[in-house]
């Protein structure tokens, strides 16, 4: 079983900041890319940021510049530090990973259950 949680959502004003992490647990062999998706009500979710287990980070160009990706693989965490945060930042932000689990031949996408991320004055 492996599972993934994500925290540090929250209320922040325009221009603030947040830190959104994520911990992955459970019987893992191997993480591969992880990353960051965001939905909002009746729209797909999109993805804005990935890191892979070497470092290499791609954003989307709506964040570009303003989040930073980053994974401590020793604690099978990732985060996602966000500054000047804008209303339309506003989102149910979730985490995945491609997990190797013990006894699985191949990786698997898993998502986390989301944070809520609200940017309001």
């Known amino acids: 079983q492996v599972q993934l949680v994500e925290s540090g959502g929250g209320l922040v004003q325009p221009g603030g900041s947040l830190r959104l992490s994520c911990a992955a647990s459970?019987?893992?062999?191997?993480?591969?890319?992880m990353g960051w998706g965001r939905q909002v009500p009746g729209k797909e979710r999109e993805l804005v940021a990935s890191?892979?287990?070497?470092?290499?980070?791609n954003y989307a160009d709506s964040v570009k510049g303003r989040f930073t990706i980053s994974r401590d693989n020793a604690k099978n965490t990732m985060y996602l530090q966000m500054n000047s945060l804008k209303p339309e930042d506003t989102a149910v932000y979730y985490c995945?990973?491609?997990?190797?689990?013990?006894?699985?031949?191949?990786?698997?996408?898993?998502w986390g259950q989301g944070t809520q991320v609200t940017v309001s004055s």
């Open positions: 459970g019987s893992i062999r191997s993480i591969n890319a």
């Open positions: 995945y990973g491609a997990i190797t689990s013990w006894g699985a031949h191949d990786q698997l996408g898993y």
């Open positions: 890191i892979t287990s070497g470092g290499t980070t």
